[in-house]
């Protein structure tokens, strides 16, 4: 039989390592399952600015590996497998992975987010070989072509200067006629030369001929379609929580995140959901990063009895 | 573990000449994602050490073998059995996705 640890917590990034963190120094016997590597979302990102302490910046995928190592130091162990499915109820709760089954007293989920789809046919397929889902992951395959971005928030304009660097046209394409992104961003994707819009536009196909040869998009406002001839589409429309383990054990929102308050506790005793996968109003790496923290806090007292 | 870096002429003596199957990630320094795999291919490099060749090819500094392959996005895995590639993954997401595309090809 499996050992039953205190605490498992399933995902590594930075809500995941410092519940490890935290349970560890608790003297808690805590695992964590991580299906890559450390960090998670900000491993995607080369410099981080907004994670206090590094005046100037810190590059997310060392970040995440300093969170590992911090945790392991305090004696949190990792085991690089994907959870494939979860028991969250009873007493002890169960986790089957790609490296078999875990089982542990309290589970903290932490297994963030991932990139929203458009839902167009071929898409899946073409992932990876036209359609993208991080600039910084893909672009250089672009280099001198054209591509297009599809969103208009932060991440979606942050995506088309980092590949305006590199393709030679690069069409930022948004249902709105106007960026959600924050100002900032604006002067600079008006100075970088080669960034045009295509406002109040939405892709209703992905042209191919073999690969991906291009865009086909519908105005919102007249109903007319065109195609937009691209190599490449980079789609930045949002994240989804990746609860699609969990959806029938947890209450979740509407938008797919699981309903948890600042405890961190869910509807079932003995969870508890830390950092982008649980409903809150700011996601980032010190609220995961605090998620964490009150997560393992909160599973110490429950495993006291308290909780 | 430190990843076994080859170029052109350790590629052809490793993988293409060698009697053992070999698993080549083709990367790139400036690849962000080819780092989050990094772990999980030195994990398998550990377990099949001396059954399997595990190596990197970085494409900016061999654009010959990148081009022979028709790598065009990193990071990408190649498998290969007699020298020959038997198949790829592109961008893999998971260990366990890593470990099946290796199963697959180890018996098949």
């Given at each position: 039989m ?7 917590i399933?995902g ?7 519940a490890?963190?935290?349970?560890a120094?608790?003297g808690l016997?805590?695992?964590l ?5 450390a960090?998670?979302q ?5 410099k ?13 995928f060392?970040?995440?590996?300093r969170?590992q190592?911090?945790?392991?130091r305090?004696?949190a162990k ?11 109820w009873?007493?002890?709760k ?11 007293r ?9 990139p ?7 898409e ?6 036209g359609?993208h ?13 054209t591509?297009a971005v ?13 590949l ?5 046209r690069?069409?930022?394409v ?5 960026l959600r992104?924050?100002?900032a ?12 819009f295509?406002w109040?536009s939405?892709?209703?196909a ?8 291009g865009?086909r998009?519908r ?5 007319r ?6 190599d490449?589409?980079?789609?930045s429309?949002?994240?989804a ?7 029938e054990q947890?209450a979740l929102?509407?938008?797919?995140s ?5 405890s ?5 005793p003995?969870?508890?959901?830390a950092?982008?996968?649980r409903?809150k109003?700011?996601?980032q ?14 599973a ?8 | 573990?430190?990843?076994?870096q080859m ?5 052809s003596?490793?993988?293409l ?5 070999a698993l ?14 990094g772990p999980?291919v030195?994990q ?9 060749t ?26 290969f ?6 198949d790829?993954?592109?961008a893999?997401a ?7 595309f ?5 018996k098949g």
């Amino acid at each position: 039989m499996e050992p039953i640890h205190d605490v498992l917590i399933v995902g590594g990034g930075p809500a995941g390592y410092t519940a490890a963190l935290y349970a560890a120094r608790a003297g808690l016997d805590a695992a964590l399952l991580e299906k890559l590597s450390a960090g998670g979302q900000m491993a995607l990102t080369t410099k981080i600015e907004n994670w206090p302490g590094f005046p100037d910046g810190i590059d997310g995928f060392d970040l995440g590996e300093r969170m590992q190592r911090g945790a392991e130091r305090a004696g949190a162990k990792t085991v690089l497998a994907e959870a494939l499915s979860a028991n969250l109820w009873g007493e002890i709760k169960t986790v089957e992975t790609s490296a078999g089954r875990f089982r542990a007293r309290t589970v903290i989920w932490a297994t963030g987010a991932e990139p929203r789809r458009l839902g167009l046919p071929g898409e899946t397929e073409l992932t990876g070989r036209g359609v993208h889902y991080c600039a910084a992951c893909d672009g250089m395959a672009y280099r001198g072509k054209t591509v297009a971005v599809v969103g208009g928030g932060n991440s979606a304009a942050a995506d088309a200067l980092q590949l305006s660097r590199v393709c030679k046209r690069v069409v930022l394409v948004h249902r709105r006629d106007t960026l959600r992104a924050e100002k900032a961003y604006h002067e600079q994707l008006m100075q970088a030369g080669n960034i045009e819009f295509c406002w109040n536009s939405v892709p209703t196909a992905l042209l191919r001929v073999g690969g991906l040869r291009g865009l086909r998009l519908r105005d919102v406002q007249t109903g007319r379609e065109r195609d937009l001839a691209c190599d490449g589409v980079f789609i930045s429309v949002g994240r989804a929580p990746a609860t699609g383990l969990v959806r029938e054990q947890l209450a979740l929102d509407e938008a797919g995140s699981i309903l948890a308050g600042e405890s961190t506790k869910t509807n079932l005793p003995g969870v508890f959901a830390a950092g982008d996968v649980r409903a809150k109003a700011l996601r980032q790496i010190v609220t995961a990063a605090s998620d964490g923290a009150v997560a393992a806090h909160e599973a110490a007292a429950y495993l006291a009895g308290g909780g | 573990m430190e990843m076994l870096q080859m170029d052109g002429e350790r590629f052809s003596r490793e993988v293409l000449a060698a009697g053992k199957p070999a698993l080549v990630e083709f990367w790139a320094p400036w690849c962000v994602y080819c780092r989050r795999i990094g772990p999980a291919v030195g994990q398998l490099a550990a377990r099949y050490a001396g059954r399997l060749t595990v190596g990197q090819v970085n494409i900016d500094g061999e654009p010959a073998l990148a081009e022979r392959y028709g790598i065009e996005v990193v990071p990408t895995l190649l498998f290969f059995r007699d020298g020959q590639p038997a198949d790829r993954a592109v961008a893999p997401a998971s260990l366990a996705e890593i470990e099946d595309f290796v199963t697959a090809h180890w018996k098949g």
